[in-house]
């Protein structure tokens, strides 16, 4: 049958748009996934702003850490920087929300060459907790925002697709492969709603280690351990990332500790031994570590209280103490502020003797410029200090704030709260962060901003939160000291 | 394997490839090796079912065009039931029966309703096969004696899983001329703008509104009258924009292959008034029931008692089609009210003033005819979203206590409400220029720059849908 040019022409024409329409879109696709547009435009407080925040900072920690730490949220809010520091071992958490071996993995290739240029490589420190083989701990968000070209998509299709088939992705990762930025469906809706996301997990929350600490405690007993059965196998893509992992180790020769989380509600120590002899065979040339619930004792009071298994800032503590003494590990203590200092760059915010608000009897400035705080003339809930406005984090989202922060320099303690965050944990408001108390190379300043961290330090911080507040259009902020509560802060992490 | 995805990408993309370069032999072999693949995708278990039910119309077209007996016609439907009545309806009924009877019958645990996973679109092939049997009995057709064009035709994967409920005569005539369109240009660009339309549909409206719909019916004591009155406005659309731009999807797709499916819909929430409605929601399932059972019932030929009586059958039939549960039967109730209502206004409009009713209503009326009927449309879609009659109840009555000044239980308002508005505002203007213009017509009569704007917008645009696909609410049936 013939049909007349006429029609022949506009549906030519009408092919030659959709080839133009579709053009726009893979441009569209390559400005928000290789150029990173997506955060450009809405700031950090994604899954995504994460895992970008903690790798562009990984290389520069890489070059110094004693200990690297890979893994999921286990991780990231399981194992504390302080005790490490307290034995003068600088510590690079790399835990990530939901990361597991593949992610891992794909983060140490990352830090590869730096790790080869050193001459002392780190202790590498791999959870290989059993959930991190479950299925719904998919790594797709892990593998786009690291993966971040089609060509390396490309490249480890067939380990990367095996990964999406199991964990019920196939189809998002076929579509992100043709469009990577695909990604950003999880968050449009909310952009176009006027509203924000807080897929960011815990943004912001993190100290200059990369601890992100749960301040909370379990109100209830811990249940019985049981014994598993029988082996859970993992899925075979998460052994195939996990060898790929401990390849690059060994290449390195580079330790490594198997960590496997212990706040387990089924425990197979045949299990364990099982898996650790098989990788040992596996690379008879790699110092592999095991650690795991045998290695750490928890009682109550080390797990959060919600509804999460993560460990408090506590039960952190016990496990970096474990990791310490299982690997014998000694620190620098002398040399720890030099090497923490250059990991770190600084810019000043207002300083405290600027600072207004709450009853002047209540603050004396000292001859350093810094301001000691007299809680004892303070009420419950009182705002004792707030700061003028500063830059807080350019592109920043309005309202949202990724502060990437270090607290609290030298009086132990600290509470940071993110105003107007709406919180569906026990967590996301609150950080309970510490860092070497009286360091000599950040003692002299009270409340810092630095590319990525903010560093505070009050005299006394027994009942106090820091309050960020009033955050403008993603470029001014205010901190507000508020004082918490009437009655001396409990020696133990806070209830709430 | 959903419409809206990568593999179905490279599925239809191999699939033209196939249309354009290969010989007619070869492409109906590959279509069918594709189509198998396509409903094997997810879970292969299923092929057995499908070839079952091609191989009982395969070879019941071929007995039955020999043996013209109403014994083996009930035979041959019976055969081509049974898998829809074990996967679909067994649990149903022996539930039904218990109820009945107040005792618990017991079941082998094989015969247990959770064990039964329904093969998704069994119920649109089923009638397919069925439709293919008593069109060869009354010699509509001829009996297909190629087993590949056959299966090919039962396979067709554009309208495998969710209809159109294409018949032999219609479709296998261009299965055979597969591969000889000489319009190329034009199944391509027409493919193309109904994709581009589903797409729309599909992702931006009907998927955006699930979310929230999900939401509210998830938990419903929780929820405010006004979300309950949102969520009953949104189903409404989301069904809609759901089985259309499935369709459209299923039409595009087709079109690129050079077959012409039939279309499903013809602005169903355009009627003014519930018959209206049912010639235009779900044409094919409609016509089918009209041609294999109303009219075989005598339609509307009867006394007005034997046509009500007639129509509740249908909707009875039609409501169990959707699925095997109560919510189904008493929405399939509410619209066999309304049309038995209707057709008894009717008549006696016709009798009482036969003038009139020949005369067509003015505009003003005729608004007013189509916002009642989309509300009563709307109102009974509560029946067919809610999980039980029992939460079905739970919605009415909070929609009744958002209408009662003070008696409102409003607990909780959902988030992101202005967005899910402005979606409803994309889908009315959609359909506004859907039912009025020429859409395609219009785009193409646009210069080049215009034409590629307004797609990459739409393409964009599906950047505000949600991450996770949501499946097409038909494959469940």
């Given at each position: 049958?013939?049909?007349?040019?006429?029609?022949?022409?506009?549906?030519?024409r009408?092919?030659?748009a959709?080839?133009?329409?579709?053009l726009?879109?893979?441009?569209?696709?390559h400005w928000l996934?290789?150029?990173?547009?997506?955060?450009?435009?809405?700031?950090?407080?994604?899954?995504?702003?994460?895992?970008?925040?903690?790798?562009?900072?990984?290389?520069?920690f890489?070059?110094?850490?004693d200990?690297?730490m890979?893994?999921?949220?286990?991780?990231?809010?399981g194992?504390?920087?302080?005790?490490?520091?307290d034995?003068?071992?600088?510590?690079?958490n790399?835990?990530?929300s939901?990361?597991?071996?593949?992610?891992?993995?794909?983060?140490l290739?990352?830090?590869?060459?730096v790790?080869?240029a050193?001459?002392k490589?780190?202790?590498?420190?791999?959870?290989?907790?059993?959930?991190?083989?479950?299925?719904?701990?998919?790594?797709f968000e892990?593998?786009?925002?690291?993966?971040?070209?089609r060509?390396?998509?490309?490249?480890d299709?067939p380990d990367?697709?095996?990964?999406?088939?199991e964990?019920?992705?196939?189809?998002?990762f076929?579509?992100?492969?043709?469009?990577?930025?695909?990604r950003?469906?999880?968050y449009g809706?909310?952009v176009?709603g006027?509203?924000?996301?807080?897929?960011g997990?815990?943004a912001?929350n993190?100290?200059?280690?990369?601890?992100?600490?749960i301040?909370?405690?379990?109100?209830?007993?811990?249940?019985?351990?049981?014994?598993?059965?029988?082996?859970?196998?993992?899925p075979?893509?998460?052994?195939t990332?996990?060898?790929?992992?401990?390849?690059?180790?060994?290449e390195l020769?580079?330790?490594?500790?198997?960590?496997?989380?212990?706040?387990?509600k089924?425990w197979?120590?045949?299990?364990?031994?099982?898996?650790v002899?098989?990788?040992r065979a596996?690379?008879p040339?790699?110092?592999?570590?095991?650690?795991?619930?045998?290695d750490?004792a928890?009682?109550?009071?080390?797990?959060?209280?919600c509804?999460g298994?993560h460990?408090n800032?506590?039960g952190?503590d016990?496990?970096?103490?474990?990791?310490?003494?299982?690997?014998?590990?000694?620190?620098?203590?002398?040399n720890?502020?030099?090497r923490w200092?250059?990991?770190?760059?600084?810019?000043?915010?207002?300083?405290?003797?600027?600072?207004?608000?709450?009853s002047p009897?209540t603050?004396?400035?000292?001859?350093?410029?810094?301001l000691?705080?007299?809680f004892?003339?303070?009420?419950?809930?009182d705002?004792?200090?707030?700061s003028?406005a500063f830059?807080?984090?350019?592109?920043m989202?309005a309202?949202?704030l990724n502060l990437?922060?270090a607290?609290?320099?030298?009086?132990?303690?600290?509470w940071?709260?993110?105003?107007?965050?709406e919180d569906s944990?026990?967590?996301?408001?609150?950080?309970?962060v510490?860092?070497?108390?009286?360091?000599?190379?950040?003692?002299?300043?009270?409340i810092?901003?630095?590319?990525?961290?903010?560093?505070v330090?009050i005299?006394?911080?027994?009942?106090?939160?820091l309050?960020?507040?009033?955050?403008?259009?993603g470029?001014?902020?205010?901190l507000?000291?508020?004082?918490?509560?009437?009655?001396?802060?409990?020696?133990s992490?806070?209830?709430r | 394997?959903n419409?809206?995805?990568?593999e179905?990408?490279v599925?239809?993309?191999?699939?033209v490839l196939t249309?354009r370069?290969?010989?007619?032999r070869?492409?109906?072999?590959v279509?069918?090796?594709l189509?198998?693949?396509?409903?094997?995708?997810?879970?292969?278990?299923?092929l057995p079912?499908?070839?079952?039910?091609?191989l009982?119309g395969y070879?019941?077209g071929?007995?039955?065009?020999?043996?013209?007996t109403?014994?083996?016609?009930?035979?041959?439907?019976?055969l081509?039931?049974?898998s829809?009545?074990?996967?679909?309806y067994l649990?149903?009924?022996?539930?039904?029966?218990?109820?009945?009877?107040?005792i618990?019958l017991s079941?082998?645990?094989?015969?247990?309703?959770?064990?039964l996973v329904l093969?998704?679109?069994?119920?649109?092939f089923t009638?397919?096969?069925?439709?293919?049997?008593?069109d060869?009995?009354w010699?509509d057709v001829?009996p297909?004696?190629s087993?590949?064009m056959?299966?090919?035709?039962?396979a067709?994967?554009?309208?495998l899983?969710?209809?159109?409920?294409?018949?032999?005569?219609?479709?296998?005539?261009q299965?055979k001329?597969l591969g000889t369109?000489d319009?190329?240009e034009q199944?391509?660009?027409l493919g193309?703008?109904?994709?581009?339309?589903?797409i729309?549909l599909k992702?931006?409206?009907?998927d955006?509104l699930a979310?929230?719909?999900?939401?509210f019916?998830?938990?419903?004591a929780?929820r405010?009258?006004?979300?309950a009155?949102?969520?009953?406005?949104?189903?409404s659309?989301?069904?809609y924009?759901?089985f259309?731009?499935?369709?459209?999807l299923?039409?595009g797709?087709a079109r690129?292959?050079?077959?012409?499916?039939i279309?499903?819909?013809?602005?169903?929430?355009?009627a003014e008034?519930?018959?209206?409605f049912w010639?235009?929601?779900?044409i094919?399932?409609?016509?089918?029931?009209r041609?294999?059972?109303?009219?075989p019932?005598?339609?509307?030929?009867?006394?007005?008692?034997?046509?009500?009586f007639?129509i509740?059958?249908?909707?009875?039939?039609?409501?169990?089609?959707?699925?095997?549960?109560?919510t189904?039967?008493?929405w399939g109730?509410g619209?066999?009210?309304?049309l038995a209502?209707?057709?008894l206004?009717?008549i006696g409009?016709?009798?009482?003033?036969?003038?009139?009713?020949r005369?067509?209503?003015?505009?003003?009326?005729?608004g007013?005819?189509l916002?009642v009927?989309?509300?009563?449309?709307?109102f009974?879609?509560?029946f067919?979203?809610?999980?039980s009659?029992?939460?079905?109840?739970?919605?009415?009555?909070?929609?009744?206590?958002g209408?009662?000044?003070?008696?409102?239980?409003?607990?909780t308002a959902?988030p992101?409400?202005?967005?899910?508005l402005?979606?409803?505002?994309?889908?009315?203007?959609?359909?506004?220029?859907?039912?009025?213009?020429?859409?395609?017509?219009r785009?193409?009569?646009?210069?080049l720059?215009?034409?590629?704007?307004?797609?990459?917008?739409?393409?964009?645009?599906?950047?505000?849908a949600?991450f996770?696909?949501?499946?097409f609410?038909y494959?469940?049936?």
């Open positions: 049958m013939q049909y007349s040019s006429s029609i022949s022409s506009s549906n030519r009408f092919l030659a959709l080839a133009v329409g579709l726009a879109l893979v441009a569209v696709d996934y290789a150029r990173r547009g997506f955060l450009d435009l809405f700031g950090p407080a994604t899954q995504e702003g994460q895992i970008l925040a903690k790798l562009d900072k990984a290389p520069r890489a070059a110094a850490a200990i690297i890979f893994g999921s949220s286990f991780t990231r809010s194992i504390s920087t302080q005790p490490f520091l034995k003068g071992i600088l510590p690079f790399f835990g990530i939901a990361g597991g071996p593949l992610f891992a993995y794909y983060a290739a990352h830090i590869r060459p790790l080869e050193r001459e490589k780190p202790v590498l420190v791999l959870e290989i907790n059993e959930p991190a083989g479950e299925t719904n701990l998919n790594q892990h593998i786009f925002a690291t993966v971040r070209t060509s390396a998509l490309i490249r299709f990367l697709l095996q990964h999406a088939r964990h019920d992705k196939t189809s998002q076929l579509a992100g492969v043709f469009l990577p930025s695909l950003y469906r999880a809706r909310y176009l006027g509203g924000r996301f807080h897929d997990s815990l912001g993190e100290d200059a280690g990369g601890y992100a600490a301040n909370s405690i379990r109100p209830d007993e811990l249940p019985a351990v049981e014994e598993a059965s029988g082996p859970a196998p993992y075979a893509s998460t052994m990332y996990i060898e790929r992992f401990l390849r690059i180790a060994a020769d580079a330790p490594v500790v198997l960590y496997r989380f212990p706040n387990v089924h197979s120590s045949r299990r364990t031994a099982e898996l002899a098989h990788f596996a690379f040339t790699l110092n592999i570590v095991s650690l795991g619930k045998e750490i928890l009682t109550r009071d080390d797990i959060q209280s509804c298994m460990l800032a506590n952190s016990k496990v970096a103490a474990a990791l310490i003494d299982k690997l014998g590990l000694r620190g620098d203590r002398e720890l502020a030099r200092r250059a990991l770190v760059d600084e810019t000043r915010i207002p300083a405290p003797a600027l600072w207004t608000g709450g009897d603050r004396v400035a000292g001859a350093d410029g810094g000691t705080i007299d004892n003339g303070t009420g419950k809930n705002d004792v200090l707030m003028p830059t807080v984090y350019p592109g989202a309202g949202w990437d922060m607290f609290d320099l030298s009086a132990g303690h600290i940071v709260a993110i105003d107007d965050v944990g026990d967590v996301r408001n609150a950080s309970h510490r860092l070497p108390q009286g360091d000599p190379a950040i003692e002299d300043r009270q810092m901003r630095h590319g990525g961290m903010t560093l330090r005299a006394r911080t027994e009942q106090v939160r309050r960020i507040t009033q955050i403008g259009d470029v001014e902020g205010r507000t000291l508020r004082r918490l509560w009437s009655e001396p802060r409990p020696e992490p806070v209830r | 394997m419409f809206v995805s990568a179905y990408f599925l239809l993309s191999i699939a249309v370069f290969l010989p007619h070869w492409s109906v072999r279509l069918l090796l189509s198998f693949i396509f409903y094997g995708w997810d879970n292969p278990a299923y079912i499908l070839l079952f039910l091609g009982i070879v019941g071929l007995a039955i065009d020999r043996h013209r109403p014994g083996v016609l009930w035979a041959l439907i019976l081509s039931l049974s829809l009545l074990y996967f679909k649990g149903f009924f022996t539930r039904v029966l218990s109820d009945l009877s107040g618990a079941r082998p645990p094989e015969f247990s309703v959770h064990a093969p998704i679109g069994i119920s649109f009638f397919q096969a069925i439709s293919y049997i008593v060869v009995y010699r001829a297909e004696r087993p590949t056959f299966m090919l035709f039962k067709f994967f554009p309208q899983v969710a209809g159109p409920i294409e018949r032999a005569g219609h479709l296998i005539p299965l001329q369109d319009r190329r199944d391509l660009a193309g703008f109904l994709i581009l339309k589903g729309f992702i931006v409206i009907a955006n979310v929230f719909v999900n939401s019916y998830g938990d419903i929780a405010s009258p006004l979300d009155l949102l969520a009953t406005y949104f189903f659309i989301q069904i924009a759901d259309y731009g499935y369709t459209l299923a039409l797709s690129l292959l050079g077959i012409d499916l279309s499903n819909f013809a602005h169903p929430y355009f008034n519930i018959q209206q010639r235009r929601w779900h094919t399932l409609t016509t089918w029931f041609d294999y059972v109303y009219i019932l005598g339609g509307n030929r009867g006394a007005p008692a034997r046509t009500v007639n509740a059958l249908v909707m009875l039939l039609v409501a169990l089609w959707h699925g095997a549960n109560y189904f039967i008493v109730a619209h066999a009210a309304l209502l209707y057709h206004y009717q409009r016709s009798r009482i003033a036969p003038d009139q009713a005369r067509s209503a003015g505009l003003f009326v005729r007013i005819s916002l009927t989309f509300h009563l449309v709307t009974l879609w509560i067919f979203r809610a999980p009659v029992e939460a079905a109840g739970q919605v009415i009555l909070k929609l009744w206590s209408m009662v000044p003070g008696s409102s239980d409003a607990v959902m992101y409400t202005g967005f899910y402005f979606i409803t505002a994309l889908f009315i203007v959609f359909a506004v220029l859907d039912r009025a213009t020429n859409m395609e017509a785009l193409k009569a646009a210069s720059p215009l034409q590629a704007a307004a797609i990459a917008a739409i393409l964009l645009l599906t950047y505000a949600p996770d696909a949501i499946q609410i494959f469940q049936f």
